[in-house]
């Protein structure tokens, strides 16, 4: 059983800063993609940023240069650094982990939290 579980979400001023933690316990053999997601009110989830385990990491347009995407491979999480906040970012972020269960189990599955919510007022 495996799980994960976001953390680090509230109420920030605009120009503000917050920091997401994302960590994943249980069966883990190894986990290769991590990544966050949002979505805001009536929109659709969109991509925010990835990083693999050798620590390639991608990131959205509208957040680069903002936000910056770690992990800590010692202790499977994840975190979000997002600075210069702004309304527009105002989401509900959810992490997700690739993970291989088993050390002679090939597959990976995806494995989401529950979502924390990041609201930045004007």
Request: glycine fraction near 12%.
């Amino acid at each position: 059983q495996v799980q994960v579980v976001e953390s680090g979400g509230g109420l920030v001023q605009a120009g503000g800063s917050l920091r997401l933690s994302c960590a994943a316990s249980g069966s883990i053999f190894s986990i290769n993609v991590m990544g966050w997601y949002r979505q805001a009110a009536g929109k659709q989830r969109e991509l925010v940023a990835t990083i693999t385990r050798g620590g390639r990491t991608r990131y959205a347009d509208s957040v680069k240069g903002r936000f910056t995407i770690s992990r800590d491979n010692a202790t499977n999480t994840g975190y979000l650094q997002m600075n210069s906040l702004k309304p527009e970012d105002t989401a509900v972020y959810y992490c997700h982990a690739d993970i291989q269960r088993l050390q002679f189990e090939t597959n990976e599955f995806r494995y989401w939290g529950q979502g924390t919510q990041v609201t930045v007022s004007s």
